[in-house]
């Protein structure tokens, strides 16, 4: 809920990729000289790896994790199998319920749903997490091209004239991270400990051709921080400072 301000957690780092990473823009001309599928880059042609992407990943394992019944005590929908924890019939009868009482929509909405959607957000409730895109902090990257095969479903082998080839940005590419958290209890900040534990460890992988062992990624020299109500006024007026530095992780 963000009625009001109670917390935010802020983690500032460095995302490095152990292994070449594949995030593709798709193709916008038919120039042949141009790659099939290169990388997605910003306006300085550096690679960029999208938030939203980085912050899908570290959720689908999240729901794993949780799914697997290992954290007692935490729930996990499977919106992506059409089986959300609230659907929009629900929430049909919950402002016929209340009238249009918007405030107790959203605290029946937040009560119904399952940790994974109150820390990442749903069709019905504003995430908690945030990650901004990750551009690249080298100077300079020099990509790297690999062919690919096309492969027919039905038979398992190459479908004819299928060839392409596909940009990846090379392994040692670093990127800045900067993900915030906001209005966190305490079920949030185990999760949130979860996703940094994860990244830090090297056991997440962004982009596509995963299967191929590309986009494996590690978090390092992270910075978290904490804003509460007793230094809110400060980093408002001042921005973060070293005192705010949160290492209960």
């Given at each position: 809920m963000f009625d009001k301000f109670e917390n935010r957690y802020i983690v500032?780092?460095?995302?490095?990729?152990?292994?070449?990473?594949?995030?593709?823009?798709?193709?916008?001309?038919?120039?042949?000289t141009e790659v099939d599928s290169p990388v997605l880059k910003d306006e300085n042609g550096r690679p960029v790896i999208p938030g939203s992407s980085l912050k899908g990943v570290l959720r689908s394992f999240v729901e794993r994790v949780l799914s697997s019944g290992a954290f007692e005590g935490y729930r996990s929908c499977l919106i992506v199998n059409d089986e959300p924890c609230i659907k929009d019939d629900d929430v049909k009868k919950l402002k016929n319920k209340y009238d249009k009482d918007y405030k107790k929509i959203a605290e029946e909405i937040y009560e119904r749903s399952c940790n994974v959607c109150r820390l990442f957000g749903s069709n019905n409730l504003a995430a908690k997490l945030t990650i901004k895109d990750l551009n690249s902090i080298d100077e300079k990257t020099f990509f790297d091209?690999?062919?690919?095969?096309?492969?027919?479903?039905d038979t398992g082998t190459a479908k004819d004239g299928k060839k392409y080839n596909y940009?990846?940005?090379?392994?040692?590419?670093?990127?800045?991270?900067?993900?915030?958290?906001?209005n966190l209890d305490d079920d949030d900040l185990e999760l949130l400990k979860l996703c940094l534990n994860v990244l830090k460890n090297g056991q997440i992988s962004v982009g596509g051709m995963t299967s191929r062992g590309l986009g494996t990624i590690k978090l390092i020299d992270e910075k978290i921080y904490?804003?509460?109500?007793?230094?809110?006024?400060?980093?408002?007026?001042?921005?973060?400072?070293?005192?705010?530095?949160?290492?209960?992780v």
């Open positions: 500032k780092g460095t995302i490095v990729a152990l292994k070449p990473i594949h995030i593709g823009k798709g193709q916008e001309d038919m120039d042949p091209m690999r062919d690919g095969v096309g492969i027919d479903r940009e990846i940005t090379p392994s040692g590419t670093k990127f800045e991270l900067y993900m915030t958290g906001d904490k804003v509460d109500k007793s230094n809110l006024k400060e980093y408002v007026s001042n921005g973060l400072s070293e005192e705010m530095r949160w290492n209960d």
